[in-house]
C-alpha cells in the first residue's frame, strides 16, 4: 500500500518562484484582521517551512528542477505571469495551462477572459477562488452560471477551492452543499475541488457518489492531513475521484508532499489512478 516508484505524476496546482508576495494583495485587501495584513503570505499560520527563499532569476527551471526530483511528468500551471508564457512556449510537454477567474462580479467580462485564454493559451481548465473574490461570489451565485456554461461549452473542468478558506476571510461562498444545486443545473461540468472541503469533507462524499462529474483534489494539503474520509473513499468506491494536486511554491514543498506522502494508506490500485490516471482523463491529456 506504499507509494510505488516510478509512477508518473500530474501535478494538478504547481507554480514557479515569485518575487516578493504583491501576488496576495487581493487577499489582504479584504481582511480586517492585524496578522494577516502584516504577513507575506496571507495563510502562513496554516504552513511549516513556506518556501520563501527559492531563486527567482529562473523560476521555470527551480520548478522543473523540483518536478524532475520526485518524477512530476506534467504540471497545471495559473496563465498568470510571463514565467508561465514561457514554461508553456518552451516546455510544453511539463507544463499545461490552466484559466484565473478573476472577477465573477464582470459576468460578461470574466467570459471573454476565459475564451480569450482558451484561444491564446489553450488552457484546458479553470481556476476560481469564490472567497477571494471581491465582492465575494458563491458558488452557486446566478453570477458564476455563464462561467460554468463556458466550461461546458469548451469542455473545461473547472477546479474551484471550497470548504473553509484559508485566508481570515469569509467562507459562507464556498460552502461545500452549494455545489449540489451547480451539479444539477450543469450535469455536464467537469467539477472538481480544491483545498480539502473541510469540515464538509464527508458532504463532499455523498456528492461524489451522487454526482458523476464531480472530483476532489488534495491540493494544500500535507499527505498526513488527508481527510480521513477520502482516503476511504478512494479505497472503496471512489477511486476515480480523487485526484493529486500539491501547492509548490505557494505554501510546500515537493519535498515535504512527497516524504509524508509514502504514509497515505491507499491501495495499490489507486495510486495510479490518484497520482495521474484520474487527472490525465479530467484534463483531456490523452485526446
Excluded at 472567497?131 to 461570489?137: D, E, L, M
Aim: charged residues 25%; contains cysteine.
Amino acid at each position: 500500500m506504499a507509494m510505488p516508484a516510478g509512477l508518473p505524476i500530474v501535478d494538478t496546482l504547481i507554480g514557479f518562484p515569485h518575487e516578493g508576495f504583491d501576488q496576495y494583495d487581493f487577499i489582504r485587501k479584504q481582511t480586517k484582521d492585524k496578522g494577516s495584513q502584516e504577513s507575506e503570505f496571507p495563510v502562513e499560520y496554516m504552513f511549516k517551512e513556506v518556501p520563501k527563499d527559492l531563486p527567482t532569476h529562473d523560476p521555470v527551471s527551480v520548478t522543473l528542477y523540483e518536478m524532475d526530483r520526485y518524477g512530476i511528468e506534467i504540471g497545471l500551471v495559473s496563465v498568470a505571469d510571463e514565467a508561465t508564457a514561457f514554461a508553456l512556449k518552451n516546455h510544453p510537454d511539463r507544463f499545461i495551462p490552466c484559466g484565473s477567474l478573476r472577477d465573477p462580479n464582470d459576468v460578461s467580462g470574466s467570459v471573454r477572459a476565459v475564451r480569450q485564454a482558451y484561444e491564446e493559451y489553450g488552457i484546458r481548465a479553470l481556476g476560481a477562488f469564490p472567497a477571494g473574490t471581491f465582492p465575494q461570489v458563491a458558488i452557486d451565485d446566478p453570477k458564476m452560471y455563464p462561467i460554468y456554461q463556458t466550461c461546458v461549452d469548451l469542455n473545461i473542468p473547472i477546479f474551484c477551492t471550497a470548504g473553509i478558506a484559508g485566508p481570515r476571510v469569509k467562507s459562507a461562498v464556498q460552502e461545500v452543499s452549494r455545489i449540489d444545486a451547480v451539479m444539477f443545473d450543469f450535469p455536464d461540468l467537469v467539477f472538481v475541488t480544491r483545498h480539502g472541503c473541510e469540515p464538509w469533507e464527508e458532504l463532499a462524499v455523498k456528492l461524489m457518489l451522487k454526482w458523476p462529474n464531480l472530483y476532489y483534489s488534495t491540493t494544500a494539503f500535507v499527505p498526513r492531513y488527508y481527510p480521513k474520509a477520502i482516503i476511504d473513499y478512494a479505497n472503496t468506491r471512489g477511486a476515480d475521484k480523487i485526484i493529486y494536486g500539491g501547492y509548490f511554491p505557494m505554501g510546500l514543498t515537493l519535498e515535504r508532499i512527497f516524504t509524508d506522502m509514502e504514509h497515505v494508506p491507499f491501495k495499490d490500485t489507486v495510486w495510479p489512478k490518484f497520482l495521474s490516471e484520474n487527472a490525465r482523463r479530467v484534463l483531456r491529456l490523452d485526446g
